[in-house]
């Protein structure tokens, strides 16, 4: 996957990016190629990474579907490995929406922004071609 770009030069990568800034530093990073990632899709293709701030209980889970299709994942979290207890997590979407192709969206419009529901430690995920997910669980 690092040899091509996930959004061809999308325009609206920067909103990726705000919503990572607050973790790029000051924060663990578990990427997809660790066997300590502790976040698995079961899907190839689909990677996910995990930065996580332990004393703050939240990571950032971002999910990319280097496919050129969409695919419907389930996601596995191992809430242990990140300090966390999965049945006082909230999952809400971290970016207003997706990175979308000019296909798609072509005005930039904007998507519904709903939590994702947790089954135990698995949540679904529906994740367009060449796209990504960027997610934040938080614990109160």
């Given amino acids: 996957p690092h040899t091509t770009s996930l959004t061809d030069g999308h325009p609206g990568m920067w909103k990726t990016w705000e919503a990572i800034d607050p973790f790029w530093t000051g924060s663990e990073f578990l990427p997809y190629w660790s066997e300590q990632c502790p976040l698995v899709t079961g899907e190839q293709g689909v990677l996910g990474s995990v930065y996580l701030k332990r004393g703050e209980k939240e990571a950032l889970l971002v999910v990319a579907n280097w496919n050129r299709d969409e695919r419907d994942v389930r996601v596995t979290i191992d809430f242990a490995a990140l300090g966390l207890d999965a049945r006082a997590a909230q999952l809400p979407r971290a970016m207003e929406h997706p990175i979308l192709g000019p296909d798609d ?36």
């Avoid at 930039?108 to 960027?134: K, Q, S």
């Fill in 105 to 140: 969206d072509p005005d930039g419009d904007t998507m519904p922004n709903a939590p994702l529901t947790l089954r135990g430690n698995v949540f679904p995920l529906n994740i367009h071609g060449r796209n990504l997910e960027v997610l934040l669980i938080t614990q109160p």
